[in-house]
């Protein structure tokens, strides 16, 4: 209830956005409303339908279909953070790890086939409109977040502090998980939805940083913040391309995994923050057995424009071509100067070489952020809560008038 309701307004939005001038709109599947029970493990993909509900599949067929008729594609993420409780119980696994029946990334051996058989079926499903794939969103947020570092600010199931091993766990386990799920999709979605002569382009939504040492001139600040750029950005994007691979995480690849290379299509840039990284190094907290932990983050919604050509010039380093899937920012007041900004650096960045093929705002209307409710405020559009009216802001009028004349001036 205390959402934006895009489930049951979606039409008018889909409306809203072909009068505003979008062509692309980026959303998700929520796996619970498609298959809110256990599918049992080893069903064939051409047998999953007995097991999905009905009107969640056909609600997000009408979705994906009203999108199109208004001539804006539809750009999806198959997980976007949240699991089914039958997957992971993430009250049960904060109280006891060991104990809970349903561990999520914890256990990749059992989460990899059950979110490759779901992407294979929503490929099989939906891919007649959907032609342009997302496998995860952000793929280590939900790791520091839920293993590394829960706080007030950020946090996500199961909200352990400092837990190494399961780090270690979901981080290579959301890899492994991607090259299930590219091949799954690229099986099972044989229709090719906008005539290109491809069915199904499969990428990941990277939460791509600009990462600085706290003090340039502090050698160990300079190595955290390498580090820090390798488990952020490297883990995924060299294992996804080459199939290097780190077993511990401690910023130095041990092998190279053959089955997990060219298993990218495109890259998603999800671009905010500066972060300044401050090394620990020589007081590990957990000692010199846990490498990872070597270094702390200091994130800021403070604006910092310029970063977004740093984010895109990173992952232009893998000849991928590149959408920035998600940019914005919760300072309402200065969300209009921060567009033109943003976009200019952008612009710089394809300029010095950078594959950029589509800009997606983060997001159009108010959206319940995880722990956040609807107090961060990045929509386009603002939210009477009662009436769920759509308010526009003056980010929107200026967003418009980027788009009728195909640019900046």
């Known amino acids: 209830e205390a959402g934006p309701g895009m489930w049951e307004l979606f039409e008018e939005d889909v409306a809203r956005m072909q009068a505003d001038g979008m062509t692309a709109f ?5 796996w619970s409303r498609l298959f809110p029970e256990a599918v049992p493990d080893g069903t064939p993909v051409t047998e999953m339908d007995a097991f999905a509900e009905p009107a969640a599949v056909a609600r997000y067929q009408a979705m994906f279909a009203a999108l199109r008729a208004a001539g804006i594609e ?4 198959v997980n976007h953070y949240t699991l089914p409780l039958w997957v992971h119980d993430g009250v049960a696994c904060h109280l006891d790890l060991a104990t809970c029946p349903a561990r999520g990334w914890v256990d990749p051996d059992i989460l990899i086939p059950r979110i490759a058989a779901f992407a294979g079926w929503a490929g099989a499903t939906f891919g007649a409109d959907i032609d342009r794939w997302a496998t995860l969103n952000e793929p280590f947020a939900t790791t520091l977040s839920g293993y590394v570092q829960p706080g007030e600010s950020r946090s996500a199931p199961p909200g352990r502090l400092l837990d190494a091993a399961s780090t270690v766990s979901s981080v290579t386990g959301q890899i492994e998980a991607h090259a299930a799920m590219f091949d799954a999709l690229h099986t099972h979605d044989a229709a090719d939805a906008d005539g290109d ?9 990277m939460n791509m940083v600009d990462i600085q040492p706290k003090d340039p001139t502090r050698e160990a600040d300079v190595l955290a913040a390498a580090h820090m750029d390798f488990i952020y950005h490297r883990l995924f994007l060299d294992g996804l391309t080459t199939g290097a691979w780190d077993d511990d995480l401690d ?14 299509d495109w890259i998603g840039v999800n671009y905010y923050n500066l972060v300044n990284v401050v090394s620990v190094a020589p007081f590990k907290p957990l000692g010199d057995a846990v490498p990872l932990f070597d270094f702390i983050p200091e994130f800021s919604w403070d604006l910092h424009t310029e970063g977004i050509a ?4 990173r992952a232009a380093e893998y000849d991928r071509p590149i959408w920035v ?4 920012t919760p300072d309402v007041v200065n969300a209009e100067g921060a567009l033109d900004a943003h976009l200019g650096h952008l612009w710089d960045a394809m300029q010095d070489g950078a594959d950029v093929r589509g800009y997606l705002y983060w997001s159009y209307v108010d959206n319940y952020e995880w722990n956040h409710g609807m107090d961060l405020q990045f929509g386009l559009y603002g939210l009477d809560p009662t009436s769920k009216a759509r308010l526009e802001r003056p980010v929107m009028t200026r967003y418009r008038t980027i788009m009728a004349q ?3 001036e």
């Not at 539809?74 to 993420?77: L, R, Y």
């Not at 002569?197 to 939504?205: K, L, P, T, W």
């Not at 899937?325 to 914005?328: F, H, I, Q, R």
Request: charged content about 20%.
């Open 26 to 30: 980026r959303m998700s599947l929520e």
């Open 74 to 77: 539809p750009v999806v993420t």
């Open 197 to 205: 002569g491809a069915a199904a382009a499969v990428g990941i939504v």
């Open 251 to 264: 910023g130095n690849f041990d092998r190279t995994r053959p089955e997990l290379a060219d298993r990218l």
């Open 310 to 313: 740093a984010a895109v010039a």
């Open 325 to 328: 899937t998600e940019n914005g």
């Open 406 to 408: 195909g640019g900046l």
